[in-house]
């Protein structure tokens, strides 16, 4: 069964502390890796697109990579406002629109 | 723009009730999708529309219709409100087939008691 798989589920970190989330999936035939922002009470934000191993996108404070089986969200740096909880999810090539995402992982960044 | 809206925010529901849960988006999208998010389940597709008219089912369909007479709106409808249908559930629209930037509309909270 595909499975897609967050870690840790929870995360504390003091402001300035860098760390990365990671996400892993078992699945074949990946057509795209997604990672999203939820903030409590809200729908998540679309945050990157990954659709190849060794591919990087940056944005502010992160940075999302890939690999074959995993991907990791790097956090620079982080500051309170970057508490949030963050989903991943995978498309793949057999399964048309739908994606699968995982459970996420809970950030809180202390001052 | 309003992006992508849902009404109501929150609502409790008896057992057997029906009701509709709203949703439109004024991006011109053609995708449009239902989720519904449980804790330690993640988010669970339930339906889907590639356009006007044309819909489909995803995970967990049951239970649930929706129709897609507009590019601007997807209604959901539960037919008879089970407390396994307590959820939060989200709306989400996004303008191509080849991306993946799904816009997502603010919940509704749904309790069944």
């Known amino acids: 069964e595909d499975q897609v798989t967050q870690s840790p589920e929870a995360l504390r970190l003091q402001e300035g502390e860098s760390s990365s989330l990671n996400c892993s999936y078992t699945v074949s035939g990946l057509r795209g890796l997604f990672w999203y922002r939820q903030d409590p009470g809200k729908g998540p934000e679309f945050l990157f697109t990954l659709y190849s191993a060794g591919e990087e996108k940056e944005k502010e404070r992160l940075k999302a990579t890939l690999t074959k089986k995993e991907s990791f969200l790097h956090i620079t740096a982080p500051k309170p406002e970057d508490s949030a909880t963050y989903l991943c999810a995978v498309q793949l090539e057999t399964s048309g629109s739908r994606l699968t995402f995982g459970e996420g992982t809970q950030l809180t960044v202390n001052p | 723009n309003a992006g992508v809206t849902q009404t109501p925010k929150f609502q409790v529901l008896k057992t057997g009730q029906s009701m509709t849960l709203q949703c439109a988006q004024d991006?011109?999208?053609?995708?449009m999708s239902w989720y519904r998010q449980d804790p330690g389940m993640g988010l669970r597709l339930i339906h889907y529309?590639?356009?006007?008219?044309?819909?489909d089912q995803g995970e967990v369909p049951n239970g649930y219709n929706v129709s897609r007479s507009t590019t601007e709106d997807f209604p959901l409808r539960l037919l008879s409100a089970a407390p396994s249908q307590t959820s939060v559930y989200f709306c989400?629209?996004?303008?191509?087939?080849?991306?993946?930037?799904?816009?997502f509309g603010p919940g509704t909270r749904l309790t069944v008691t």
């Open positions: 989400a629209s996004r303008p191509r087939r080849s991306s993946y930037e799904q816009y």
């Open positions: 529309s590639v356009g006007a008219g044309i819909t």
């Open positions: 991006m011109n999208h053609e995708y």
